[in-house]
């Protein structure tokens, strides 16, 4: 670095001497960092620190400071780069402005930042003193937007005054759309004002023109109006959709309240909320109500349908009670809603609904645990709905209590285990369109069981395991039945008794289990060995026919009039079923078998040896039941799971029937192994499935970086504006069949007859993505129904990466939710509503 004086060294030397806290100092031997400080009444706060790369010039006579390349001038919070810098240290001010280099391009620019944000400009003016400054051609980052000045000044309030300026979401120094108007006034973390202002797009004007404009500039939540999503349905009239208002309240609570109008008097409405406490929980909740006219309401053909649904999310953080838990899960809501509302695919798709609220309590330093839940299961083609509420369960977990601690050689009593499990419920069933009357909640069934099971494992000939079990529950009911028959009108009626009765039941069982492992060595290069490891498994089980007149839980009343009669158990409504009918004494095999290879294959280490499977799993079971008078032997079921080449995944089950059929379909005794077969195929399924995909591409660009909490929540409410540019491309292919031996009665004549027909169930459906480009991304989900001979469900996505815009293409070109839409916006959140939208819902395709 060289250093200019306008003054002879001597008066340098001199000030170097005598320089004191009152004036200002100057290193002549310049560090990386010199510093000055202004006297008198203009005295500043901190010293000013300055640095320069090339060159610096200091007038002593004017008190200036010269800054050339890579300038930089440091003052509390304040930071400004440059190709040029001048301090003036009289008047407490620096001024910075860009160099042009051989082409007469300007570089360098001035870079001016502090707490408020940053700023590129042309050339900017800065007071230490009064903290106010000038610039020209600024560039600054306010939230997710960007502001371009011609000129801008700062006042003592943080206060940004900008004349000729540009509000962008475009992060390019030429953007490319603006909100243009000739005065903005910025608060930081605040608010953005405007005068007058139009929209431009690649710098031409469009009729788009507001009288002023207001954009938030606050960090976090904040309150605001949703605007909502305007058009017109051929069926349902001009509409405005989704619109309404968002409370930010704080951190740990949001609320946006939304509502749907259309023309032809069709209306919705929707809750959203969110919340969450660090270390306590964190949930959401959503609720959602539609009212939706079909044809016109005058006419006698119109229908209106009223759907609602419930989703309610919520989760402990499990550091806030290590010992107790609390959880919901909740999705409930009419049968019709997501055919008529649903907007994700896969909400269409969804034919059942499950729920669960549940609470946990352990108690420390016991074996005993509690919980408390209340459960819901509908399906939305059967319209059934079950319910349990409450469900209670006080367990016991496993204790030994012949284990003797002092014992240096344990003995087999010590493995010993006695558990215990005590439940309560209270069950409805019903169909959702009578869940709130008085029948539905008069046929509860509710019940008390308490279910001890005893076990021991035992090492018998040093190969083998032996499992004993012993069952026993007690139920209590506070309702039983009684059939009587009348012979008046030859029917059979059931009376409900009220009154606490309870129900023993038990039983015992006993598994024998081994493994048998056979191992084939082969002396190729590549192919070491194949090991087969077979899993022999032999049970016996005994149950008492509970159905004998001593136990008193079943009786037998009149059928008909012929004098016939029928067993009927008085637990048949209970909720945890009843006691079995007949003596079983079960005598079960199960076999299953598995492969794998060892081969050698070559990595950067050299040499080393990896095991594959070949077959996951080949298993047989059946069973003999010795206390059966007919029929004892059961059905076999033979399964397989395995993966070829790494890429397939292959499941298969298939059912055989020992026992032969008359020309009716009905089993007779008499075995198929007479016919020369093991047994008749009466099911089976096979399943294929594959999920292809490139590698992934660490240069690929993505299109979003790290996320603003407004983003996340927008991602979270909108899972489908977020693309994954990460995997060019990725393919799942699901193909199913299913066979059965149905028997259909076909009408010949005047004469039924009975007919075997093999029915065939097979569907392909598929599933994937390709990013064409860096900015093109399609998606495609399809699949054929050979059943049916028809395509099921198909939708194909398109996106668009247009920098700060983006464009969404989504068509299902044919079914019950054939529509399309295309919609082309801001990316950011703040401008978010600043789009182009064109749409036809499935609603105006299907009525």
Same mark, same amino acid.
């Given at each position: 670095?060289?250093?200019?004086?306008?003054?002879?060294?001597?008066?340098?030397?001199?000030?170097?001497?005598?320089?004191?806290?009152?004036?200002?100092?100057?290193?002549?031997?310049?560090?990386?960092?010199?510093?000055?400080?202004?006297?008198?009444?203009?005295?500043?706060?901190?010293?000013?620190?300055?640095?320069?790369?090339?060159?610096?010039?200091?007038?002593?006579?004017?008190?200036?400071?010269?800054?050339?390349?890579?300038?930089?001038?440091?003052?509390?919070?304040?930071?400004?780069?440059?190709?040029?810098?001048?301090?003036?240290?009289?008047?407490?001010?620096?001024?910075?402005?860009?160099?042009?280099?051989?082409?007469?391009?300007?570089?360098?620019?001035?870079?001016?930042?502090?707490?408020?944000?940053?700023?590129?400009?042309?050339?900017?003016?800065?007071?230490?003193?009064?903290?106010?400054?000038?610039?020209?051609?600024?560039?600054?980052?306010?939230?997710?937007?960007?502001?371009?000045?011609?000129?801008?000044?700062?006042?003592?309030?943080?206060?940004?005054?900008?004349?000729?300026?540009?509000?962008?979401?475009?992060?390019?120094?030429?953007?490319?759309?603006?909100?243009?108007?000739?005065?903005?006034?910025?608060?930081?973390?605040?608010?953005?004002?405007?005068?007058?202002?139009?929209?431009?797009?690649?710098?031409?004007?469009?009729?788009?023109?507001?009288?002023?404009?207001?954009?938030?500039?606050?960090?976090?939540?904040?309150?605001?109006?949703?605007?909502?999503?305007?058009?017109?349905?051929?069926?349902?009239?001009?509409?405005?959709?989704?619109?309404?208002?968002?409370?930010?309240?704080?951190?740990?609570?949001?609320?946006?309240?939304?509502?749907?109008?259309?023309?032809?008097?069709?209306?919705?409405?929707?809750?959203?909320?969110?919340?969450?406490?660090?270390?306590?929980?964190?949930?959401?909740?959503?609720?959602?109500?539609?009212?939706?006219?079909?044809?016109?309401?005058?006419?006698?053909?119109?229908?209106?349908?009223?759907?609602?649904?419930?989703?309610?999310?919520?989760?402990?953080?499990?550091?806030?009670?290590?010992?107790?838990?609390?959880?919901?899960?909740?999705?409930?809501?009419?049968?019709?809603?997501?055919?008529?509302?649903?907007?994700?695919?896969?909400?269409?798709?969804?034919?059942?609904?499950?729920?669960?609220?549940?609470?946990?309590?352990?108690?420390?330093?016991?074996?005993?645990?509690?919980?408390?839940?209340?459960?819901?299961?509908?399906?939305?083609?059967?319209?059934?709905?079950?319910?349990?509420?409450?469900?209670?369960?006080?367990?016991?977990?496993?204790?030994?209590?012949?284990?003797?601690?002092?014992?240096?050689?344990?003995?087999?009593?010590?493995?010993?285990?006695?558990?215990?499990?005590?439940?309560?419920?209270?069950?409805?069933?019903?169909?959702?369109?009578?869940?709130?009357?008085?029948?539905?909640?008069?046929?509860?069934?509710?019940?008390?069981?308490?279910?001890?099971?005893?076990?021991?494992?035992?090492?018998?000939?040093?190969?083998?395991?032996?499992?004993?079990?012993?069952?026993?529950?007690?139920?209590?009911?506070?309702?039983?039945?009684?059939?009587?028959?009348?012979?008046?009108?030859?029917?059979?009626?059931?009376?409900?008794?009220?009154?606490?009765?309870?129900?023993?039941?038990?039983?015992?069982?006993?598994?024998?289990?081994?493994?048998?492992?056979?191992?084939?060595?082969?002396?190729?290069?590549?192919?070491?060995?194949?090991?087969?490891?077979?899993?022999?498994?032999?049970?016996?089980?005994?149950?008492?026919?509970?159905?004998?007149?001593?136990?008193?839980?079943?009786?037998?009343?009149?059928?008909?009039?012929?004098?016939?009669?029928?067993?009927?158990?008085?637990?048949?409504?209970?909720?945890?079923?009843?006691?079995?009918?007949?003596?079983?004494?079960?005598?079960?095999?199960?076999?299953?078998?598995?492969?794998?290879?060892?081969?050698?294959?070559?990595?950067?280490?050299?040499?080393? &040896?990896?095991?594959? /499977?070949?077959?996951? *799993? !080949?298993? $047989?079971?059946?069973?003999?039941?010795? =206390?059966?008078?007919?029929? %004892?032997?059961?059905?076999?079921?033979?399964?397989?799971?395995?993966?070829?080449?790494?890429?397939?995944?292959?499941?298969?089950?298939?059912?055989?029937?020992?026992?032969?059929?008359?020309?009716?379909?009905?089993?007779?005794?008499?075995?198929?192994?007479?016919?020369?077969?093991?047994?008749?195929?009466?099911?089976?399924?096979?399943?294929?499935?594959?999920?292809?995909?490139?590698?992934?591409?660490?240069?690929?660009?993505?299109?979003?970086?790290?996320?603003?909490?407004?983003?996340?929540?927008?991602?979270?409410?909108?899972?489908?504006? &977020?693309?994954?540019? /990460?995997?060019?491309? *990725? !393919?799942? $292919?699901?193909?199913?069949?299913?066979? =059965?031996?149905?028997?259909? %009665?076909?009408?010949?004549?005047?004469?039924?007859?009975?007919?075997?027909?093999?029915?065939?169930?097979?569907?392909?459906?598929?599933?994937?993505?390709?990013?064409?480009?860096?900015?093109?991304?399609?998606?495609?989900?399809?699949?054929?129904?050979?059943?049916?001979?028809?395509?099921?469900?198909?939708?194909?996505?398109?996106?668009?990466?247009?920098?700060?815009?983006?464009?969404?293409?989504?068509?299902?070109?044919?079914?019950?939710?054939?529509?399309?839409?295309?919609?082309?916006?801001?990316?950011?959140?703040?401008?978010?509503?600043?789009?182009?939208?064109?749409?036809?819902?499935?609603?105006?395709?299907?009525?």
């Amino acid at each position: 670095m060289r250093l200019i004086f306008s003054r002879s060294f001597f008066i340098l030397l001199c000030l170097l001497i005598s320089a004191t806290s009152d004036g200002f100092a100057f290193s002549a031997l310049s560090s990386p960092a010199d510093t000055i400080k202004k006297s008198g009444s203009s005295f500043l706060n901190e010293k000013v620190k300055y640095t320069a790369t090339d060159s610096m010039l200091i007038d002593m006579v004017n008190q200036k400071a010269y800054l050339f390349n890579n300038a930089e001038v440091l003052y509390e919070d304040m930071k400004m780069n440059a190709g040029y810098i001048e301090i003036d240290f009289k008047n407490n001010l620096v001024h910075a402005s860009g160099t042009k280099d051989s082409t007469g391009k300007m570089s360098q620019t001035p870079v001016f930042s502090n707490k408020d944000g940053k700023y590129d400009a042309g050339e900017i003016t800065y007071n230490f003193n009064t903290k106010k400054g000038k610039i020209k051609d600024v560039i600054t980052q306010q939230g997710e937007g960007y502001i371009h000045g011609r000129d801008i000044k700062k006042d003592t309030n943080n206060t940004y005054y900008v004349g000729h300026g540009k509000y962008t979401t475009c992060d390019l120094d030429h953007p490319h759309f603006f909100i243009g108007a000739k005065k903005i006034k910025v608060i930081p973390d605040d608010k953005i004002v405007t005068g007058p202002a139009m929209l431009y797009i690649a710098d031409i004007p469009t009729p788009l023109a507001i009288p002023f404009g207001y954009f938030p500039n606050k960090k976090g939540r904040a309150s605001g109006i949703i605007i909502p999503t305007y058009g017109e349905s051929n069926n349902l009239g001009f509409f405005l959709r989704d619109g309404g208002f968002y409370f930010g309240k704080n951190e740990y609570f949001d609320l946006a309240l939304l509502g749907s109008i259309y023309a032809n008097g069709s209306f919705g409405a929707k809750t959203n909320t969110n919340y969450k406490k660090r270390y306590k929980y964190n949930g959401n909740l959503n609720l959602s109500y539609s009212r939706i006219i079909e044809g016109d309401r005058e006419l006698p053909n119109s229908i209106t349908r009223n759907d609602f649904f419930i989703r309610w999310n919520h989760q402990q953080d499990m550091k806030a009670h290590p010992s107790s838990r609390f959880s919901a899960n909740v999705n409930a809501g009419s049968s019709s809603f997501n055919k008529f509302n649903g907007g994700v695919t896969g909400d269409y798709l969804s034919n059942t609904f499950q729920s669960n609220i549940s609470y946990s309590k352990s108690f420390t330093g016991t074996p005993f645990n509690f919980s408390a839940n209340a459960r819901h299961s509908q399906n939305t083609i059967t319209k059934k709905m079950d319910i349990s509420l409450p469900e209670l369960a006080l367990t016991m977990n496993r204790i030994y209590p012949f284990k003797n601690k002092n014992s240096v050689k344990p003995r087999w009593y010590d493995k010993i285990g006695i558990s215990a499990t005590a439940n309560a419920r209270n069950d409805i069933n019903t169909y959702d369109s009578l869940l709130f009357t008085n029948q539905t909640l008069g046929k509860m069934r509710n019940g008390a069981r308490l279910n001890v099971p005893i076990s021991t494992s035992l090492n018998i000939l040093k190969y083998f395991t032996l499992t004993p079990t012993i069952n026993t529950s007690s139920t209590v009911y506070f309702q039983t039945i009684r059939k009587r028959y009348d012979p008046n009108v030859n029917a059979i009626f059931t009376d409900t008794l009220t009154g606490a009765q309870v129900a023993n039941d038990f039983n015992a069982s006993a598994g024998l289990t081994t493994r048998i492992y056979g191992d084939y060595y082969f002396k190729t290069k590549r192919l070491k060995q194949i090991r087969h490891v077979a899993t022999p498994t032999i049970t016996a089980s005994y149950r008492p026919d509970f159905s004998e007149s001593q136990y008193g839980y079943y009786q037998n009343v009149q059928s008909d009039n012929l004098g016939n009669y029928q067993q009927y158990s008085i637990f048949q409504n209970g909720v945890y079923g009843s006691p079995g009918a007949g003596r079983s004494g079960l005598i079960g095999f199960t076999l299953n078998n598995t492969l794998e290879a060892k081969k050698k294959i070559q990595t950067d280490s050299g040499s080393v &040896y990896r095991k594959t /499977s070949l077959l996951d *799993n !080949l298993g $047989v079971a059946f069973s003999y039941n010795m =206390a059966a008078k007919n029929y %004892q032997w059961s059905t076999i079921n033979l399964n397989a799971r395995t993966k070829l080449f790494r890429l397939f995944d292959i499941n298969t089950i298939a059912i055989f029937d020992p026992y032969q059929i008359d020309s009716t379909g009905t089993r007779i005794e008499r075995f198929e192994w007479n016919n020369g077969r093991i047994g008749r195929l009466t099911n089976a399924n096979l399943s294929v499935s594959t999920s292809l995909r490139s590698k992934e591409n660490n240069n690929q660009n993505k299109t979003s970086k790290l996320a603003t909490p407004d983003e996340l929540d927008y991602i979270n409410r909108n899972p489908n504006a &977020y693309v994954d540019y /990460s995997i060019p491309w *990725n !393919l799942n $292919v699901y193909y199913n069949v299913q066979y =059965a031996k149905v028997v259909k %009665q076909e009408l010949i004549g005047s004469s039924i007859v009975y007919v075997l027909n093999d029915q065939y169930t097979q569907s392909l459906t598929f599933n994937g993505d390709l990013s064409i480009t860096k900015k093109w991304k399609v998606s495609v989900t399809s699949g054929y129904d050979f059943t049916r001979k028809e395509m099921t469900l198909t939708s194909i996505n398109v996106y668009r990466d247009l920098h700060c815009w983006e464009m969404h293409f989504n068509w299902v070109p044919f079914g019950f939710r054939q529509s399309f839409s295309i919609d082309i916006n801001v990316k950011s959140s703040v401008l978010r509503d600043l789009k182009l939208s064109r749409r036809k819902d499935w609603y105006d395709y299907a009525y």
